[in-house]
C-alpha cells in the first residue's frame, strides 16, 4: 500500500462501496497508521471501511454489475408489455361494450376513422382509435402499444 502514503484526508480514491455495490469514487475520511481506514462514496454518501480494489476485481464487478443491468432491463420491458397488453385488453372491452359488438373494420390508409373505432390491421393485428390527430393521422392501440397511424390518404 505504498501509493497510500501520499493520500490525505479528503482525497479522492477508488474503493469498493457496500451500498452501491460497485467501484466508484470515495472520499478518504480517516487515515491510521499511513493506511487508509474509512471513506465516503461520492454517489450515494454512504461512510463505511475502506476496500481497495485491483484491476481483476474491479472488472469482476463492472460485469456483475452489467449482468444486473440487463437483468434489471428485460424485467423493466416485460412489466411495461404486461401493462401495454392489459391497457389495451381494458379499453377494447370497454369499447365493445359500448359499441355493442362492433365488427372490426380492415385497417385501409384510404379510410377516415373515428374515435372508439376497432380496426382490424394486417400486421398489428386488432386495435382502438384512441385519438384523431388531424384529418390524415391517427393514434391507434395495439397490443403492443400506441401507433399513429395514417387515414384519408
Not at 457496500?18 to 466508484?24: D, E, G, R
Not at 443491468?69 to 391497457?87: M, N
Not at 377494447?92 to 372508439?116: A, F, G, H, M, R
Amino acid at each position: 500500500m505504498a501509493e497510500q502514503l501520499n493520500v490525505d484526508v479528503g482525497s479522492e480514491v477508488e474503493s469498493m462501496c457496500t451500498k452501491c455495490k460497485l467501484v466508484t469514487v470515495h472520499v478518504v475520511s480517516a487515515i491510521k497508521n499511513d493506511k487508509i481506514t474509512k471513506v465516503m462514496c461520492k454517489s450515494c454518501l454512504s461512510s463505511h471501511r475502506y476496500r481497495p480494489v485491483d484491476a481483476e476485481t474491479k472488472a469482476e464487478i463492472t460485469k456483475k454489475a452489467k449482468e444486473r443491468k440487463l437483468v434489471a432491463q428485460k424485467a423493466a420491458r416485460k412489466r411495461a408489455a404486461t401493462s401495454a397488453a392489459r391497457k389495451w385488453e381494458n379499453l377494447l372491452s370497454k369499447v365493445q361494450d359500448e359499441e355493442q359488438e362492433q365488427d372490426p373494420t380492415e385497417y385501409s390508409i384510404q379510410q377516415t376513422y373515428e374515435t372508439n373505432q376497432i380496426i382490424n390491421h394486417a400486421k398489428f393485428g386488432k386495435g382502438v382509435v384512441v385519438k384523431i390527430i388531424d384529418d390524415k393521422k391517427v393514434d391507434i392501440v395495439f397490443e403492443d402499444g400506441v401507433r399513429t397511424m395514417a387515414q384519408n390518404y
